[in-house]
Each structure stands twice: as C-alpha cells, then as structure tokens.
C-alpha cells in the first residue's frame, strides 16, 4: 500500500531485510517487532 510515507511495502525474511534507515529504524527496533 502506497501513501505520503511509503513508497512500497514487501515482506522479507528476517535474514534478508534490505539496508535500514537507521535514522527512522534501528536494528534493535526491528528485532523487537
């Protein structure tokens, strides 16, 4: 889903995840979802 923030939306495996923004998401934040 498209909107003002997101530009795309995809699912990966936690192993796979594509480079972060770490200025919006950290590795740890991520770990935690």
Request: aromatic share 6%; no cysteine.
């Given at each position: 889903?498209?909107?003002v923030?997101?530009?795309a939306v995809e699912f990966?495996?936690?192993n796979k995840?594509?480079?972060?923004s770490i200025a919006r998401?950290?590795?740890t934040q991520i770990?935690?979802?």
């Amino acid at each position: 889903m498209k909107g003002v923030e997101t530009s795309a939306v995809e699912f990966f495996a936690e192993n796979k995840l594509p480079p972060l923004s770490i200025a919006r998401n950290t590795q740890t934040q991520i770990e935690m979802a």
